[in-house]
Protein backbone atom coordinates (compact mmCIF):
# COMPACT_ATOMS: atom_id res chain seq x y z
CA UNK A 1 0.00 0.00 0.00
CA UNK A 2 3.21 2.32 0.21
CA UNK A 3 3.26 2.53 3.29
CA UNK A 4 6.65 2.55 5.73
CA UNK A 5 7.51 0.58 9.01
CA UNK A 6 10.12 0.57 11.55
CA UNK A 7 11.60 -2.47 12.29
CA UNK A 8 12.81 -3.84 14.96
CA UNK A 9 10.80 -1.86 17.06
CA UNK A 10 13.49 -0.73 19.42
CA UNK A 11 17.52 -0.22 18.34
CA UNK A 12 19.28 -3.12 18.99
CA UNK A 13 23.32 -3.10 19.90
CA UNK A 14 26.19 -4.38 17.51
CA UNK A 15 29.31 -5.76 17.89
CA UNK A 16 32.28 -3.09 19.56
CA UNK A 17 35.09 -2.81 17.33
CA UNK A 18 38.46 -1.60 19.33
CA UNK A 19 41.01 -0.31 17.45
CA UNK A 20 44.13 -0.77 18.89
CA UNK A 21 47.75 0.67 17.87
CA UNK A 22 50.84 -1.44 17.49
CA UNK A 23 52.97 -0.77 20.57
CA UNK A 24 56.61 -0.82 21.08
CA UNK A 25 58.36 -2.01 24.32
CA UNK A 26 62.06 -1.27 24.56
CA UNK A 27 63.90 -2.81 27.80
CA UNK A 28 67.16 -3.64 29.77
CA UNK A 29 67.45 -7.22 29.12
CA UNK A 30 67.40 -8.85 32.58
CA UNK A 31 69.80 -12.10 31.50
CA UNK A 32 72.36 -9.37 31.19
CA UNK A 33 73.73 -7.43 34.80
CA UNK A 34 75.73 -4.96 35.30
CA UNK A 35 79.53 -5.39 34.65
CA UNK A 36 82.49 -5.06 36.39
CA UNK A 37 85.80 -5.09 33.95
CA UNK A 38 89.16 -4.02 33.22
CA UNK A 39 90.47 -2.75 30.63
CA UNK A 40 91.50 -2.79 27.53
CA UNK A 41 88.82 -4.86 26.51
CA UNK A 42 88.08 -6.15 22.54
CA UNK A 43 84.58 -6.66 21.24
CA UNK A 44 83.01 -6.11 24.64
CA UNK A 45 78.98 -6.60 25.38
CA UNK A 46 78.34 -3.05 27.10
CA UNK A 47 74.46 -3.38 26.99
CA UNK A 48 71.65 -5.69 26.22
CA UNK A 49 68.11 -5.32 25.27
CA UNK A 50 65.15 -7.10 24.63
CA UNK A 51 62.47 -5.28 22.29
CA UNK A 52 59.02 -6.66 21.94
CA UNK A 53 55.72 -6.11 19.35
CA UNK A 54 52.73 -6.05 21.17
CA UNK A 55 49.74 -8.18 20.18
CA UNK A 56 48.25 -6.23 17.98
CA UNK A 57 50.07 -5.95 14.41
CA UNK A 58 53.66 -6.66 13.19
CA UNK A 59 55.94 -3.32 13.74
CA UNK A 60 58.78 -2.78 11.31
CA UNK A 61 61.95 -1.50 12.70
CA UNK A 62 63.86 0.87 11.13
CA UNK A 63 66.46 1.87 13.37
CA UNK A 64 68.61 1.61 16.36
CA UNK A 65 70.39 4.20 18.01
CA UNK A 66 72.77 4.47 20.78
CA UNK A 67 73.75 7.10 23.48
CA UNK A 68 76.92 6.41 25.57
CA UNK A 69 77.00 8.16 29.23
CA UNK A 70 80.27 9.66 29.94
CA UNK A 71 79.18 11.21 32.81
CA UNK A 72 81.84 9.95 34.85
CA UNK A 73 85.05 9.92 32.96
CA UNK A 74 88.21 11.92 34.10
CA UNK A 75 88.44 14.98 33.07
CA UNK A 76 89.87 15.58 29.33
CA UNK A 77 88.14 11.51 28.41
CA UNK A 78 85.77 11.56 25.55
CA UNK A 79 83.64 8.62 24.34
CA UNK A 80 85.86 9.10 21.57
CA UNK A 81 88.97 8.33 23.26
CA UNK A 82 88.28 5.78 25.63
CA UNK A 83 85.42 3.54 22.79
CA UNK A 84 86.00 2.36 19.62
CA UNK A 85 84.63 -0.41 16.89
CA UNK A 86 80.85 -0.13 18.03
CA UNK A 87 78.67 -2.42 16.43
CA UNK A 88 75.11 -4.37 17.27
CA UNK A 89 73.85 -7.78 17.14
CA UNK A 90 69.89 -7.96 16.97
CA UNK A 91 67.37 -10.86 16.66
CA UNK A 92 66.14 -13.78 18.43
CA UNK A 93 69.29 -15.77 20.38
CA UNK A 94 69.55 -18.24 17.44
CA UNK A 95 69.95 -16.14 14.87
CA UNK A 96 71.48 -12.42 15.41
CA UNK A 97 72.31 -10.27 12.83
CA UNK A 98 75.41 -8.45 13.10
CA UNK A 99 75.53 -4.29 11.85
CA UNK A 100 78.39 -2.27 10.68
CA UNK A 101 81.14 -1.48 12.60
CA UNK A 102 81.76 2.20 13.55
CA UNK A 103 85.23 2.98 14.07
CA UNK A 104 84.62 5.69 16.12
CA UNK A 105 81.74 6.37 19.01
CA UNK A 106 80.52 9.80 19.82
CA UNK A 107 78.20 10.13 23.09
CA UNK A 108 74.96 10.47 21.23
CA UNK A 109 73.08 9.05 17.96
CA UNK A 110 75.03 6.38 17.28
CA UNK A 111 72.67 5.49 14.37
CA UNK A 112 72.16 2.29 12.53
CA UNK A 113 69.94 1.88 9.86
CA UNK A 114 67.66 -1.31 9.86
CA UNK A 115 64.99 -3.34 7.70
CA UNK A 116 63.28 -5.71 10.38
CA UNK A 117 59.59 -6.98 10.30
CA UNK A 118 58.94 -7.63 15.00
CA UNK A 119 55.83 -10.11 13.99
CA UNK A 120 52.82 -10.35 16.56
CA UNK A 121 54.19 -10.53 20.43
CA UNK A 122 57.45 -11.31 19.12
CA UNK A 123 60.60 -10.24 21.41
CA UNK A 124 64.25 -10.51 20.10
CA UNK A 125 67.61 -8.68 21.40
CA UNK A 126 69.55 -5.98 20.56
CA UNK A 127 73.54 -6.68 22.20
CA UNK A 128 75.82 -3.44 21.72
CA UNK A 129 79.54 -4.28 21.54
CA UNK A 130 82.69 -2.13 21.47
CA UNK A 131 86.71 -1.64 22.54
CA UNK A 132 86.96 -0.82 25.50
CA UNK A 133 90.41 1.36 25.53
CA UNK A 134 93.28 1.53 27.96
CA UNK A 135 92.90 4.99 28.86
CA UNK A 136 89.77 4.47 31.22
CA UNK A 137 90.54 4.89 34.89
CA UNK A 138 89.28 2.67 37.58
CA UNK A 139 85.62 3.18 38.84
CA UNK A 140 85.24 4.74 35.40
CA UNK A 141 81.75 4.00 34.65
CA UNK A 142 80.31 2.89 31.10
CA UNK A 143 76.64 3.42 29.86
CA UNK A 144 74.63 2.55 26.56
CA UNK A 145 70.94 3.76 26.09
CA UNK A 146 69.05 2.28 23.11
CA UNK A 147 66.17 4.50 20.85
CA UNK A 148 64.38 2.20 18.75
CA UNK A 149 62.80 3.74 15.30
CA UNK A 150 59.70 1.74 14.03
CA UNK A 151 56.21 1.93 12.48
CA UNK A 152 53.39 -0.02 12.68
CA UNK A 153 53.42 -2.57 10.11
CA UNK A 154 49.33 -2.50 8.99
CA UNK A 155 48.01 0.79 10.11
CA UNK A 156 51.53 2.77 9.34
CA UNK A 157 51.50 4.42 12.80
CA UNK A 158 55.00 5.77 14.27
CA UNK A 159 55.83 3.14 16.93
CA UNK A 160 58.94 4.67 17.76
CA UNK A 161 60.03 3.91 21.75
CA UNK A 162 61.70 5.63 24.32
CA UNK A 163 65.37 5.81 25.35
CA UNK A 164 66.36 2.60 27.56
CA UNK A 165 69.12 2.18 29.81
CA UNK A 166 71.25 -0.33 29.22
CA UNK A 167 73.72 -1.51 31.84
CA UNK A 168 76.26 0.13 34.01
CA UNK A 169 79.91 -1.35 33.05
CA UNK A 170 82.34 -0.13 35.99
CA UNK A 171 86.10 -0.22 35.13
CA UNK A 172 88.18 -1.82 37.85
CA UNK A 173 91.71 -3.05 38.32
CA UNK A 174 92.41 -6.95 38.19
CA UNK A 175 93.29 -9.05 41.11
CA UNK A 176 94.92 -12.12 42.40
CA UNK A 177 94.35 -13.08 45.98
CA UNK A 178 95.58 -16.42 47.63
CA UNK A 179 94.53 -17.12 50.72
CA UNK A 180 94.32 -20.10 53.98
CA UNK A 181 91.40 -22.52 52.85
CA UNK A 182 88.78 -22.28 55.82
CA UNK A 183 88.89 -26.17 55.29
CA UNK A 184 92.80 -26.66 55.53
CA UNK A 185 94.31 -28.73 58.69
CA UNK A 186 94.59 -27.44 62.07
CA UNK A 187 98.24 -27.58 63.75
CA UNK A 188 98.84 -31.30 64.94
CA UNK A 189 101.06 -34.14 65.87
CA UNK A 190 101.69 -36.98 63.21
CA UNK A 191 103.53 -40.17 62.95
CA UNK A 192 106.62 -40.22 60.88
CA UNK A 193 106.79 -42.10 57.35
CA UNK A 194 103.08 -41.19 56.05
CA UNK A 195 101.91 -38.86 53.40
CA UNK A 196 99.71 -35.76 55.37
CA UNK A 197 97.79 -33.35 53.89
CA UNK A 198 99.42 -30.14 55.43
CA UNK A 199 97.67 -27.28 53.78
CA UNK A 200 95.08 -26.68 51.63
CA UNK A 201 94.96 -23.08 49.58
CA UNK A 202 92.64 -21.07 47.58
CA UNK A 203 93.70 -18.60 44.94
CA UNK A 204 90.64 -15.89 44.02
CA UNK A 205 90.55 -13.88 40.73
CA UNK A 206 88.29 -10.93 40.48
CA UNK A 207 87.55 -8.88 37.15
CA UNK A 208 90.31 -10.51 34.92
CA UNK A 209 91.02 -14.23 33.98
CA UNK A 210 94.92 -15.17 35.90
CA UNK A 211 96.99 -18.68 34.49
CA UNK A 212 98.99 -20.27 37.30
CA UNK A 213 102.31 -20.96 35.78
CA UNK A 214 103.99 -21.96 39.28
CA UNK A 215 103.39 -22.94 42.95
CA UNK A 216 106.61 -22.18 45.19
CA UNK A 217 106.21 -24.42 48.85
CA UNK A 218 108.25 -23.40 51.64
CA UNK A 219 108.30 -24.33 55.67
CA UNK A 220 109.56 -21.47 57.94
CA UNK A 221 112.32 -23.78 59.22
CA UNK A 222 115.51 -25.27 58.30
CA UNK A 223 114.66 -28.50 60.79
CA UNK A 224 111.11 -28.58 59.05
CA UNK A 225 112.24 -29.06 56.22
CA UNK A 226 114.56 -31.80 57.25
CA UNK A 227 111.84 -34.04 58.07
CA UNK A 228 110.05 -33.47 54.92
CA UNK A 229 110.97 -36.14 51.84
CA UNK A 230 108.59 -34.96 49.00
CA UNK A 231 105.99 -32.39 48.50
CA UNK A 232 102.37 -33.37 46.11
CA UNK A 233 100.41 -30.85 45.37
CA UNK A 234 96.90 -31.59 44.38
Known sequence: SGSYISSPGTDESGNTLTVRAGVLQVARSGSYANQTTIDPKTEYKVASFTVTAATTEPINLTQFSVDLDNSSLTSGDTVATTMGNLYLKYGPLSNMTTSVTKSSAASTANAWSVNYTLGVGETIYVDVYA?????????????????????????????????????????????????????????????????????????????????????????????AAGVINTVQLY
Open 131 to 223: NLLNVLDATNTLRADLTVSATAASSGASADAGEANGQTITIAAGTFTPALDGSSPVARAVAAGQTVEAAKFKFTAANETYSIDQIAVSVPTAA
